[in-house]
T-cell receptor, first 112, second 116 residues
């Protein structure tokens, strides 16, 4: 079982809709959760991070964390074509051995 | 400008010819790491460093070496490259600690390596 799992997609949504991206993780000791966006051929860039159960909002983005169910999600409201990218979920394990373990990413396509 | 700089950005080489990919950060970050990214496999960690002279293996260290003699630099060395090391490589750095915002990785622009 992979430590961090994401559906590879593509997830296709129309412009203006809400895109929902999901991620599950296997280690119950995980402490910190990150969402990165990666455009094709570019480096990942941080969207937001979340540490506590519940929702965290930043502009059009909302991260949701449920530690009991071991999932974290990212909602993108009012999706724009410029949001079309691969979204990487990353989890920090509690071992201190390494910073982040990444999922393989979900490709999002926002249709104009 | 705060950044992580990798060089070269693109490299085509042949099997067995030693090469080094340099990485430098100007943010005084303690933590640095190398990842490779392959289609369908996501980002996989090669090596990481918690601070100067402290390095450790990640998930896929075979065929690679690193060193951390200075805080700002973390070169990746391929002593005898093979075709299965053809990949997109990212260097990343972060502050390290238990406080909010720690462990947020800043990535370099990436180095695309082809081994023939």
């Amino acid at each position: 079982q992979k430590e961090v799992e994401q559906n590879s997609g593509p997830l296709s949504v129309p412009e203006g809709a809400i895109a929902s991206l999901n991620c599950t993780y296997s280690d119950r000791g995980s402490q910190s959760f990150f969402w990165y966006r990666q455009y094709s051929g570019k480096s990942p860039e941080l969207i937001m991070f979340i540490y506590s159960n519940g929702d965290k909002e930043d502009g059009r983005f909302t991260a949701q964390l449920n530690k009991a169910s071991q999932y974290v999600s990212l909602l993108i409201r009012d999706s724009q074509p410029s949001d079309s990218a691969t979204y990487l979920c990353a989890v920090r394990l509690d071992t201190g051995r390494r910073a982040l373990t990444f999922g393989s990413g979900t490709r999002l396509q926002v249709q104009p | 400008e705060a950044q992580v700089t990798q060089n070269p950005r693109y490299l085509i080489t042949v099997t067995g010819k030693k090469l080094t990919v340099t990485c430098s950060q100007n943010m005084n970050h303690e933590y640095m790491s190398w990842y490779r990214q392959d289609p369908g496999l996501g980002l996989r960690q090669i090596y990481y460093s918690m601070n100067v002279e402290v390095t450790d293996k990640g998930d896929v260290p075979e065929g690679y070496k690193v060193s951390r003699k200075e805080k700002r630099n973390f070169p990746l060395i391929l002593e005898s490259p093979s075709p299965n090391q053809t990949s997109l490589y990212f260097c990343a750095s972060s502050p390290w600690g238990g406080y909010s915002g720690a462990n947020v990785l800043t990535f370099g622009a990436g180095s695309r390596l082809t081994v023939l």
